[in-house]
């Protein structure tokens, strides 16, 4: 059965790329239903298809799962657009029925305020050094091609994923820093707008954590770590990591599977 919850928040799927799991997010989707699901930003990678991006249909097939949930009376999207996606500017704002695309939102969770933003308006790099953020990012594409053979390695040795990617930002000192300052200056952001909480992505790091009295919550990324963030009907907020998710609905499936099974019963007439 699908898990049902108030609000769901992916980002950074970067639609355009190989590396893109598309796959992954409309499975993850189609097995979870919200009332409010907000596109934090970077869904579609504008940058890379502008160079040497390619769509392909597992790309499509995310967009057609958005188009067929904007039919859906009982379900609310927000686009907000993101330093890749920022072709978005043409249109901003943006309001078409139960969908709409913004800069960025405030949402009333339980008895809490959060400021929702992708994060790159509080960049240095992408808002002032367009271009050093545009090599910085055929670094990191570089990366994410050698993390795609070498996971197809560890798949043919029977390992796990590993996100080579993840490990480099984890290891480099300056983007430890870099990642620590971005989440104390939209802390203070949302202190400032009067919110009790944060909500955003761009550096494909889930995060839930509380700065100096404001709640921290970062979706992630759909290339390298796979999560979303969720929201029940009580305000209470969880990160869901697709691999374990994907194991627990597996076993899930299993279990469901055994208890409706109804075995054959013969019966043997009396001699």
């Given at each position: 059965m699908?898990?049902?919850y108030r609000t769901i928040v992916i980002s950074d799927l970067h639609?355009?790329?190989k590396a893109s799991k598309a796959r992954e997010v409309v499975h993850f989707l189609k097995s979870n239903s919200c009332e409010l699901l907000i596109l934090n930003g970077d869904i579609i990678d504008g940058w890379q298809l502008r160079k040497s991006g390619e769509w392909k249909k597992r790309h499509s097939r995310v967009m057609k799962l958005v188009l067929k949930y904007m039919n859906q009376k009982d379900m609310r999207i927000i686009?907000?657009?993101g330093n890749h996606d920022d072709f978005l500017d043409e249109v901003i704002p943006l309001e078409m029925g139960n969908f709409s695309i913004r800069r960025d939102y405030v949402l009333q969770s339980g008895s809490k305020r959060y400021y929702i933003t992708h994060g790159d308006i509080f960049d240095s790099i992408t808002t002032n050094l367009r271009w050093l953020a545009k090599l910085g990012d055929i670094g990191y594409t570089f990366l994410l091609w050698f993390n795609r053979y070498y996971n197809q390695y560890r798949t043919w040795?029977?390992?796990p994923y590993y996100s080579f990617s993840a490990m480099v930002?984890?290891?480099v000192k300056s983007a430890v820093s870099f990642i620590s300052d971005f989440e104390k200056e939209l802390a203070e952001v949302?202190?400032?707008r009067h919110c009790d909480g944060v909500i955003t992505g761009h550096i494909h790091q889930a995060a839930d954590k509380y700065i100096e009295g404001i709640h921290y919550l970062n979706s992630g990324d759909w290339v390298e770590s796979m999560t979303a963030l969720v929201e029940d009907f009580e305000g209470k907020w969880s990160i869901i990591d697709y691999n374990q998710w994907l194991v627990t609905h597996?076993?899930?499936?299993k279990k469901n599977s055994r208890e409706s099974y109804i075995p054959e019963?013969?019966?043997v007439p009396a001699s």
């Open positions: 699908k898990q049902h639609l355009g790329i686009y907000l657009r040795r029977g390992l930002k984890q290891k949302a202190r400032i597996q076993e899930e499936r019963i013969s019966i």
